[in-house]
């Protein structure tokens, strides 16, 4: 089964903090996704990465930056978390295949920003 | 401008009836539609994709149908269960494997 996971489930920081985000998946998968998580809102795709050191912005980019210096591992980082940034973050993956969008999702990490 | 959007937030649903889940397009370019479920803190899960050039789709106990000449796509559960609780999104694909999501339909599943 494929396996995407996030190290945290749940985090607390305070406005102003860097906040590292991050997700590991073991299919070998091309394509990395995070997504934020808002009530009414559904998932809002943030950045997403076709590959190792490629990044591309999302929807909502701002106040975001990722990286990806290898295949498996997808980051997130929050370069100064504010509390408007409070949300439930979701990491993803999926093959490379043109139009195939099924994406596998982590268990989602819970940033609770004071 | 694009959007994926869901004519109704929550449904309930009597354990053992047939519950549909409507979903709307906007984007006709998209070529791919995917219907997740997410139960309570976990992430979504794939249920059943569709293609463009098709207009139904079955899986075990899910269907999806696709019109669009309405831009519509809905998710139809058979003789729900209560296990069939979670929130459901749809989503489009437009360009390569970036997908938008729509905000999710509450199932609850009366016993």
């Known amino acids: 089964d494929v396996k995407v996971t996030q190290s945290s489930r749940y985090l607390v920081k305070r406005t102003g903090e860097k906040v590292f985000l991050e997700c590991v998946q073991d299919?070998?998968?091309?394509?990395m996704f995070w997504y934020r998580q808002d009530p009414g809102l559904g998932l809002r795709l943030i950045y997403f990465s076709y590959d190792v050191k490629m990044k591309e912005k999302g929807d909502i980019p701002e106040g975001y930056s990722v990286s990806r210096e290898k295949k498996e591992r997808f980051s997130l980082i929050l370069e100064s978390a504010s509390t408007n940034q409070t949300s439930m973050y979701l990491c993803a993956s999926s093959f490379a295949v043109l139009n195939t969008g099924e994406l596998f999702f982590g268990e989602g990490s819970r940033l609770t920003v004071l | 401008g694009e959007s994926v959007g869901l004519h109704l937030p929550t449904l309930s649903v009597q354990e053992g009836d047939n519950s549909i889940i409507n979903c709307a397009y906007s984007n006709s370019a998209s070529d791919y539609f995917i219907w997740y479920k997410q139960e309570s803190g976990k992430g979504p899960q794939f249920i059943i994709d569709?293609?463009?050039?098709?207009d139904k789709r079955q899986g075990q106990r899910v269907t999806v149908l696709l019109n669009k000449t309405v831009k519509h796509l809905s998710l139809q559960i058979a003789a729900t269960q209560p296990g069939d609780s979670a929130v459901y999104f749809c989503?489009?694909?437009?360009?390569?494997?970036?997908?938008?999501f729509g905000t999710g339909t509450r199932l609850t599943i009366i016993p």
């Open positions: 299919m070998d998968h091309e394509n």
């Open positions: 989503a489009e694909n437009i360009w390569r494997a970036k997908l938008t």
């Open positions: 569709i293609r463009s050039n098709m």
